[in-house]
């Protein structure tokens, strides 16, 4: 954002924050759970408006739109977002496969008491769908709250053609995502303070010493993470004639954002704010699509989901023949698609995919105190991933604004 402390900017002062959160965490231990509370109040304070936001805002998004537009942007950025994590998940396998980091693990001697979270493909796309809005918006299920505001969107779109433009709830809509933002904008001030205690509790919790048997596995994300970047940065700069150089530094306020809150619903205001107003994002494009893609285009998740699942099978010497690999690569995406979008996602999404794998729930022990490093690798690429889309669909439809780039 363009907030600024005291000459040094918002985004400058998170990664201070995370640094520091660090070395509190290795100094004092345990003593920083102590501070946690902080951090939660923090994101609470965040994701309390963030089902709203997001459903007014793909609302307003729709409503505005003609049936050919919505089909165009609508269409290409979904098939961007399955592309994406299809692709996400076969480099996340192919780099288990081959380096095997689960060679580097020891298997678990004591059970833990994990609840598995047996998802079918038939419970996935029926969840899709929901039978009392009030309820999903309360659970915070992001994905059968944003087909209910599509559906909202398309009547109000229709109500608009045939009224003169009027139509209340979209401006009742518009009004509430305006407001909702205008406090976020404010709470995020205080991201600088939240980050700090929450990556402080984390470290100060787990210890730096439980990276070391994991480190190889967490190097897989890594550069399955990095792969990806680059075939993204490739793509989308061939195809504008951006500078991949100034595309990078652009989108770093957001990226370090979600490094720093590992949470794809906090970084979309930011997301939106700065792929409109410095990469020059079609402003149509960026409401409809990042808010769309936030729960739906999860490429960090189809790769922790397909990392994890084959470093479990070599923890436990199990081989996959190439049909069970190409199970594990669908089931990977398939779940990507349910990916939570706050800090927690990555323990859950092991709930789901080890039982789906036939694997031990006990092995999510040794991947219980992961949480931030997998998470931040996950939420960086959810959210560039978003933006990639966003600009790809624009360049597609003429309306990408390079000027704005240009002059940023």
């Known amino acids: 954002m363009a907030t600024e402390k005291k000459g040094i900017s918002i985004t ?203 480190a190889m596995y967490l190097l897989v994300m890594f550069l399955a993470d990095l792969i990806i970047f680059a075939v993204w940065i490739t793509i989308v700069c061939t195809r504008t004639g951006y500078n991949p150089v100034k595309l990078i530094k652009l989108m770093w306020p957001m990226s370090a954002l979600a490094l720093g809150t590992v949470s794809s619903a906090v970084t979309l205001p930011t997301a939106m704010q700065d792929s409109k107003e410095k990469l020059g994002v079609d402003p149509e494009v960026a409401d409809l699509l990042l808010a769309l893609g936030m729960p739906l285009n999860s490429p960090g998740a189809a790769i922790h989901l397909a990392v994890t699942g084959i470093t479990i099978a070599q923890i436990y010497g199990i081989t996959f023949g190439t049909g069970q690999l190409f199970y594990v690569l669908m089931v990977s995406f398939l779940l990507s698609l349910a990916n939570a979008v706050s800090p927690g996602a990555s323990l859950v999404s092991m709930t789901m995919i080890v039982p789906q794998l036939g694997l031990p729930m006990e092995a999510i022990a040794i991947f219980a105190g992961l949480e931030y490093p997998t998470g931040a690798l996950r939420t960086i690429l959810n959210v560039d991933g978003d933006v990639y889309a966003a600009l790809m669909v624009s360049a597609s439809e003429g309306n990408l604004r390079k000027d704005i780039f240009e002059n940023a």
């Open 12 to 214: 400058t002062w998170i990664v201070i924050s995370m640094i520091a959160g660090v070395i509190a965490g290795v100094v004092l231990g345990e003593t920083m759970t102590q501070v946690k509370f902080i951090g939660d109040i923090f994101f609470r304070l965040i994701q309390m408006g963030i089902v709203p936001f997001v459903m007014c805002t793909i609302i307003t998004a729709v409503g505005a739109l003609d049936a050919k537009a919505l089909s165009g942007y609508g269409l290409k950025g979904i098939a961007w977002f399955a592309g994406s994590s299809l692709l996400a998940a076969a480099v996340g396998l192919i780099l288990a496969v081959v380096i095997q980091p689960g060679s580097f693990i020891e298997a678990p001697t004591a059970a833990v008491d994990y609840e598995a979270s047996n998802v079918t493909l038939q419970d996935t796309l029926t969840g899709f769908f929901s039978t009392n809005i009030v309820n999903s918006m309360g659970a915070g299920a992001m994905v059968p709250c944003i087909v209910f505001a599509i559906a909202l969107g398309l009547s109000c779109s229709a109500w608009r053609q045939t009224h003169d433009g009027e139509c209340l709830v979209y401006d009742f809509c518009e009004q509430l995502a305006a407001l909702i933002l205008n406090i976020i904008r404010k709470v995020m001030t205080i991201a600088p303070i939240g980050i700090f205690c929450y990556v402080g509790s984390m470290i100060g919790t787990m210890g730096i010493e439980v990276l070391i048997p994991v």
